[in-house]
């Protein structure tokens, strides 16, 4: 089965959708690569940096609650692997601060 690619507007986008090609900023630096799916938080991120239109894949339906879910379970398992050797011993600082902030900001996108 093939993808279409539509280009929509930011206010169009919603989670779950996945991008057709690299979105790039003004400057031509990548903001999400092709393939990345759209999330809550990634949507407040392209808007304040003024991104008005984005080329998806089928822009059929967003995910359902279940699959939003499981990406978000998967994110956080990605944020523990990611911090592994800073939280296997003492307390760690600065970096358990920043991997709690993390871990709460994943677990409350919407």
């Known amino acids: 089965?093939?993808?279409?690619?539509?280009t929509i507007g930011i206010d169009a986008a919603s989670e779950g959708m996945v991008l057709a090609g690299d979105l790039r900023d003004?400057?031509?630096?990548?903001?999400l690569p092709a393939g990345a799916t759209l999330g809550a938080s990634s949507l407040a991120s392209l808007r304040?940096?003024?991104?008005e239109q984005l080329e998806v894949?089928?822009?059929a339906?967003?995910?359902d609650q279940a699959a939003l879910q499981a990406e978000?379970?998967?994110?956080?398992?990605r944020l523990e692997h990611l911090f592994r050797r800073c939280l296997g011993g003492p307390p760690a600082g600065a970096?358990?601060?920043l991997f709690e902030r993390l871990l709460a900001y994943r677990?409350?996108?919407?």
Do not use: F, K, N, Y
């Open 57 to 59: 894949l089928g822009a």
């Open 26 to 31: 003004a400057g031509g630096a990548v903001l």
């Open 48 to 51: 304040r940096r003024g991104i």
């Open 95 to 97: 970096s358990a601060v």
């Open 1 to 6: 089965m093939t993808s279409t690619v539509q």
């Open 61 to 63: 339906e967003p995910l």
């Open 107 to 110: 677990r409350s996108a919407r």
């Open 72 to 77: 978000r379970e998967r994110q956080c398992a």
